[in-house]
């Protein structure tokens, strides 16, 4: 069924980007839904962004609108997530994830089947 790797975590100081990618088999990256999670020491993993193929707008956490964009690259069956105007609670786990079963589970974790490993994002003031 194929596996989801992340890449391009890293330390960056407040007001800095990162992009992230997520490399996707074919199996999954062919899935309608798709989306990013983060998971901070003693929080709950929260949704960040996500996409459902063919709707009109990506999900956006309220803490992210503005500053992050979710997109596909379909010629290279990859998810990217890029972030700007990087701040201190950015700082977490970011996870790649897909499956989610309809566009209004697009927010949560435990809708999603498959997981990738996780890169680290810090920022630092």
């Known amino acids: 069924q194929g596996q989801l790797v992340e890449s391009g975590g890293g330390s960056v100081q407040a007001g800095g980007s990162l992009r992230l990618s997520c490399a996707a088999s074919?199996?999954?990256?062919?899935?309608?839904?798709m989306g990013w999670f983060r998971q901070a020491p003693g929080k709950e993993r929260e949704g960040v962004a996500a996409v459902w193929r063919g709707a009109p707008s990506p999900y956006y956490a309220d803490s992210v609108k503005g500053r992050f964009t979710i997109s596909r690259d379909m010629a290279n069956n990859t998810l990217y997530l890029q972030m700007n105007s990087l701040k201190p609670e950015d700082t977490a786990m970011y996870y790649c994830a897909a499956g989610c079963p309809a566009p209004y589970t697009m927010a949560r974790a435990g809708a999603y089947t498959y997981w990738g490993q996780g890169t680290q994002v810090t920022v630092s003031s």
């Open positions: 074919q199996y999954l990256y062919s899935r309608a839904c």
